[in-house]
C-alpha cells in the first residue's frame, strides 16, 4: 500500500512555537510528529511514501533521505503553494499509470486508524473515494458529514451541535477519480471538491472512533506531549 502525505503547508499557527521547521517535523519528545505517523503506518502495511513539499522541504528531506525504516520515499517538489486540493493531483500525476488506491493524509494529524480494513473495505466495493469519518459527541466546532447507505452524500458547514460524523481528514483515492471533474491548479480538497462534489462523487465512508490529534496550535502540540507516545507505545528519545 503507497501513502501521500501531505507536508507543504506554511503552518503559521504553530510558528510561534517552532519557526524554524515545518510544521509536521515539530519535535515531540525528542522525535519528530512525523516520524510517529510514518512509524504508524509502516506497522499498518504501508510500504511507500510520497511527500509533496514546499516550506522548508529540506528539513523533511534530511531526515527521511530516499528511505525509511525500510519504506520507499519519494518527493514531489512544489515550486508554489497548490493547496491541499492541487498538491494531492500533483503528487498524483508522479506515481505510474495504473496505480492502485492511494492513502492521502496530512502530516500534522495522528489518527490511530486501521488502514487494512479501510483498504479492505473500499476494494470490496470498488469505491473510487473512500473518506475516515470520525464519530464525535460533539461536532459544532467541524462541519457534518451527510452519510446514507455508508456512502456520503453533503455536508454542514459548521454551526449544527451534537453527536456527528466529521472528516478525519485520511482519504482513499484511485488516482483517476479527479479526471471528471474541471479543478483550478490550486485548490482545497474539502472546500473546492468535497463539498461541492460530495452528491455527484458519493464517497464511501469509513467510520472510526480512535485516537486523533492535530497538532496545526500550540494547545494542541502540548497536548501531543503527553499523549503521542503512550498511543503509539513508544518510549520517548533522550
Known sequence: MRAIILVGGLGTRLQSVVPDLPKPMAPIRGKPFLAYLVDYLKLQGITSILFPVHHLREKIQDYFQDSYAGLSIDY????EPLGTGGAIVNALAYLPAHTAPVFVLNGDTFV????RAMYAQAEKQQAPFTMALRLVQECSRYGKAIVENDRIIGFREKGGGGP???????????????SSFTLPKQFSIEHDFLFPYAAAL?????????????????????????????????????
Do not use: H
Not at 112 to 115: E, I, S, V, W
Not at 171 to 178: A, G, H, S
Not at 211 to 230: K, M, N
Open 112 to 115: 490511530k486508524l486501521n488502514y
Open 76 to 79: 514531489v517538489v512544489e515550486t
Open 202 to 238: 458519493r464517497p464511501l465512508a469509513f467510520i472510526t472512533q480512535d485516537y486523533f490529534i492535530d497538532i496545526g496550535i500550540p494547545e494542541d502540540y502540548a497536548r501531543a506531549q503527553a499523549e503521542l507516545c503512550i498511543e503509539v507505545g513508544e518510549v520517548s528519545e533522550k
Open 164 to 178: 456527528g460524523l466529521i472528516n478525519s481528514g485520511i482519504y482513499l483515492i484511485r488516482p483517476q477519480v479527479f
